[in-house]
């Protein structure tokens, strides 16, 4: 065993990317959102008020970036993004998180500008949120951005012994669940 820790060899991560690069993406990718820049990805009817409806914004090797419809009622399970980082910012509404801190879910609430990031091994669930300002039935906007790419999630249960029990794996290449 080397006799300190600055003797070990640099563990490689599944990207050269970190939390604050995608944080960073999430933002200006929202802003291209707002300023017009993925009006071509639209539905030309405008994002439906019910049910699930995301778009890629943007692909390569190491990143893919996805803006993100939330209805009334949508969830998402209790999942991890397997291999990928993650961060979002919301664009617009609202959204409830609730994270596995290791032995509880800690709910918090995002709202309009707001951002996130999921780490390796971050296991959580995220709903649609009323919101607090404009109309409380609209759907809430997000961008995500993963790296890499996302091909894979666990979902999960909390056992009533406050544990975490995997209970299935997927292959996706589309985000945040259902
Ligand atoms: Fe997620």
Redesign the pocket.
């Known amino acids: 065993m080397p006799a300190h820790p600055a003797a070990l060899p640099a563990v490689a991560g599944p990207t050269r990317l970190r939390l604050p690069d995608l944080l960073q993406i999430a933002d200006q990718e929202a802003d291209g959102v707002l300023s017009g820049r993925y009006d071509h990805l639209l539905p030309a009817g405008g994002i439906p008020s019910n049910g699930r409806w995301f778009t890629r914004l943007y692909s390569n090797d190491e990143l893919d970036v996805w803006l993100i419809s939330w209805a009334p009622g949508e969830t998402?399970e209790l999942?991890d993004?397997s291999g990928s980082l993650?961060a979002m910012t919301l664009l617009s509404g609202a959204l409830h998180e609730f994270r596995w801190a290791g032995n509880e879910l800690l709910r918090r609430r995002l709202t309009e500008g707001d951002q996130a990031a999921?780490p390796l091994g971050w296991v959580?669930d995220?709903t649609w949120a009323p919101s607090r300002v404009g109309p409380s039935h609209t759907p809430t906007l997000s961008v995500h951005a993963y790296s890499p790419p996302l091909t894979a999630m666990s979902y999960y249960e909390v056992t009533e012994k406050d544990t975490l029990r995997r209970v299935r794996t997927e292959l996706t290449d589309t985000p945040?669940?259902k």
């Open positions: 998402t999942h993004h993650g999921f959580h995220v945040e669940g």
